[in-house]
């Protein structure tokens, strides 16, 4: 019985110091990135996109005027 009462008391302490780490990782900021790299590259940026069109239209002028 006595070893329950140390594993509880153990796992007590493991469980407060990942509560501790989160709260210390929430205050340092860990978590403000709200618009994260990951996620930037599944949006085109619009620059691109306007001069993409623009190539495109380029280069199918071209093969109109060469055929």
Known sequence: MSVV???IGFSLIVA???LGAFLW???SGQYDD???P???IL???KTTTV???NEIRQNNSK???SS
């Open 25 to 27: 990782a929430v205050k």
């Open 38 to 40: 990951s996620v930037r």
């Open 34 to 36: 709200k618009y994260t």
């Open 51 to 53: 001069n993409n069109k």
């Open 16 to 18: 407060g110091g990942f």
């Open 63 to 65: 093969t109109k005027e």
């Open 43 to 45: 949006f085109e940026d």
């Open 5 to 7: 009462a140390v594993l």
